[in-house]
């Protein structure tokens, strides 16, 4: 049972928009911490997709679009491609744990 | 290359250590905090360890807080994590992670290939 808690997958055909949820508590999301997305493609390490809720690093495509609100956040994904398909989490800090929380991942296929 | 490199994973037997390394190269290694995330085999990330810069500051994921021990030498610019009292559930890939510049709940923007550890006997 992950800190964070997002769907298991999510799916769409090319070109549409998709979401990815990450749900938290009042010891992180809620406490004011950052949240962190990553892409981790299959066989390959995790890159950091969204920093600091919103934040993309440079390299990474405007198709990628990080938001936060209260105890929740969110990653969406438009105009899908077939590269995109890949494993996506979430991460935080949790005050309660004193250390970095990740959601379980969300798979993302590309119908 | 601004690259982390792994190494030390293997096969071990339950309740034997392990020491696992991570070399850093191309950035101020002594900058920034160090992290160790792992990922078991088809499961998700899961955070265990961090070392601020100056290792003033460390801390661990209660699932290895005692058995595990991290530390770092910033003149050969590596970080290092000592397993002891392995157990079958530590069986995963083991990432080191570099911690996002000035940030104290950054993110973690560069990441190693990974070392695999299993633990069977």
């Known amino acids: 049972q992950s800190v964070l808690t997002q769907p298991p997958s999510v799916s769409g055909a090319p070109g549409q928009r998709v979401t990815i949820s990450c749900t938290g508590s009042?010891?992180?999301?809620?406490?004011?911490?950052?949240v962190h997305w990553y892409q981790q493609l299959p066989g390959r390490a995790p890159t950091v997709l969204i920093h600091?809720?919103?934040n993309r690093p440079s390299g990474v495509p405007d198709r990628f679009s990080g938001s936060k609100s209260g105890t929740s956040a969110s990653l969406a994904i438009s105009g899908l491609q077939a590269e995109d398909e890949a494993d996506y989490y979430c991460q935080s800090y949790d005050s309660s744990l004193s250390g970095w929380v990740f959601g379980g991942g969300t798979k993302l296929t590309v119908l | 290359e601004v690259q982390l490199v792994e190494s030390g994973g293997r096969l071990v037997q339950p309740e034997e250590s392990l020491r696992l390394s991570c070399s850093a190269s191309g950035f101020t290694f002594s900058d920034r905090g160090m992290n160790w995330v792992r990922q078991a085999p088809g499961k998700g990330l899961e955070w265990i360890s961090y070392?601020?810069?100056?290792?003033?500051?460390?801390s661990y994921a209660d699932s290895v807080k005692g058995r595990f021990t991290v530390s770092r030498d910033n003149a050969k610019n590596s970080v290092f994590l000592q397993m002891n009292s392995l157990r079958d559930d530590d069986t995963a890939v083991y990432y080191c992670?570099?911690?996002?510049?000035?940030?104290?709940?950054?993110?973690?923007?560069?990441w190693g290939q990974g070392t695999m550890v299993i633990v069977s006997s």
């Open positions: 600091a809720s919103t």
């Open positions: 070392i601020s810069g100056s290792s003033s500051t460390i």
């Open positions: 992670a570099r911690r996002w510049f000035g940030e104290p709940a950054g993110a973690f923007d560069l």
């Open positions: 009042r010891s992180n999301i809620g406490a004011g911490y950052d």
